[in-house]
Structure formats: structure tokens, C-alpha cells
């Protein structure tokens, strides 16, 4: 299966699919969903109860890569880190515009 477009996505404006992009396993694709939601701002609205779920799944990764054993461990905790700040951020834009 390949990667949502997000650049696409995002200049169709099509929030349900930077939704399921945001679903996606692949935290790059997912944090630039959730990027691109921000972008939106109050467009993207409707986005913010995935924007939730998101974010407490975002959390449960961050807990549970507290105390990372190598390098590799600590790559993924950096990225799981920028996810979860890119869902915060994104819902910041949403909510105030």
C-alpha cells in the first residue's frame, strides 16, 4: 500500500483523509498529517476528536520509550516526541482560529 500525498490532501483541503493519515503506522506520514491539519487551522475542525485519540496514543508510545537502552530506542523516542508535540501544536491552530 503507498503513502497518503499529504501535500495533496492538504490543498484539496480533505480532512477526513489527512484523518486516516493520521491513523497511519508510519509516524513521519502521521505527523505530517497532523502538520497539515494544523495548517488548516479551523477548517480542520472536525479533525479534532482523531486529534485526541492521537494524542493519548502519541503519550501512551512516549511512556512507554521513557528510558531508552541504545541509540536505535532512542531515535524512535526523539520521533515519537516530535509526533506528539506536531498533534499538540496542531490542535493549538485549530482550536484558536
Sequence with gaps: MSKPDIKQLLAQKDVSGLVRALKDKDLQV??????????????????LPALREALSSAQTLKDSQKNPKNA????????????????????????QL
Design 30 to 47: 502521521s505527523t505530517q498529517a497532523a502538520f497539515a491539519l494544523g495548517a488548516l487551522g479551523f477548517e480542520a475542525r472536525a479533525a
Design 72 to 95: 536505535k530506542d532512542f531515535a524512535r523516542n526523539m520521533e515519537i516526541s516530535g509526533y506528539y508535540e506536531t498533534i499538540q501544536k496542531a490542535m493549538i491552530l485549530i482550536e
